[in-house]
């Protein structure tokens, strides 16, 4: 089992800044793919960023790319998300979610476990 809770989310500005932190517990939290994912309202939730158990590889959708940087550290079983640039668009609860298994994935049904996520609200 691995428990995942995030913080840091917060109303800012277009055009503000955001860092997003999952705090995570549980069996062998370095070998977990990590992923971010997000739901906004009357949407289904959609794969936002990922990173691999070591943090040597990540993987973003096309809408963050440039604009999100998905960390880790594995010494503190944490994994972040800093989104720059942030848009009205990006308004969302924001999940972090762990893999219990190897490899990078972007479909929220490869994720085994998630956390109660954080809202992000941008405004214009």
């Known amino acids: 089992q691995v428990l995942l809770l995030e913080s840091g989310g917060g109303l800012v500005q277009a055009g503000g800044s955001l860092r997003l932190s999952c705090a995570a517990s549980?069996?062998?939290?370095?070998?977990?793919?990590m992923g971010w994912f997000r739901q906004a309202p009357g949407k289904e939730r959609e794969f936002v960023a990922a990173?691999?158990?070591?943090?040597?590889?990540?993987y973003y959708t096309d809408s963050v790319k440039g604009r999100f940087t998905i960390s880790r550290d594995n010494a503190k079983n944490t994994v972040y998300l800093q989104m720059i640039g942030l848009k009205p668009e990006d308004t969302a609860v924001y999940y972090c979610a762990a893999r219990d298994s190897w490899g990078i994935t972007t479909s929220k049904r490869t994720y085994n476990y998630w956390g109660q996520g954080t809202q992000v609200t941008v405004s214009s």
């Open positions: 990173i691999s158990g070591s943090g040597e590889r990540t």
């Open positions: 549980g069996r062998t939290f370095s070998t977990n793919t």
